[in-house]
């Protein structure tokens, strides 16, 4: 079994920077791939970024690419998502997810789940 618990969520205001952490636990962290989604207030959850087993490989979403960076740390199992740039659009839940197979955007393939961090841009 695989725990993730998101932070670093809050309040931002609009052109301001978060960063979002994922702690892992359970497994060994360096063999799954992981993805940031997020689900904005009456809409589906939806990818934001992902993140090949060793680090190497990402890929975002249209709407946040150079904006936001993916990026681990397998050392201490934690998984990140800096935001910067932020606008009103990307308030959301932000729910990191972990996947044993698959390095893909699709929700499905993710196999492990955290509970989200609630992020708010808004002046």
């Known amino acids: 079994q695989v725990q993730l618990v998101e932070s670093g969520g809050g309040l931002v205001q609009p052109g301001g920077s978060l960063r979002l952490s994922c702690g892992v636990s359970?497994?060994?962290?360096?063999?799954?791939?992981m993805g940031w989604f997020r689900q904005p207030p009456g809409k589906e959850r939806e990818f934001v970024a992902a993140i090949r087993w060793s680090g190497e490989m990402t890929f975002y979403a249209d709407s946040v690419k150079g904006r936001f960076t993916i990026f681990r740390d397998d050392a201490e199992n934690t998984l990140y998502l800096q935001m910067n740039s932020l606008k009103s659009e990307d308030t959301a839940v932000y729910y990191c997810a972990a996947s044993p197979n698959y390095f893909t955007r699709s929700q499905d393939r993710y196999q492990y789940w955290g509970q989200g961090t609630q992020v708010t841009v808004s002046s």
């Open positions: 359970g497994r060994t962290f360096n063999s799954y791939c």
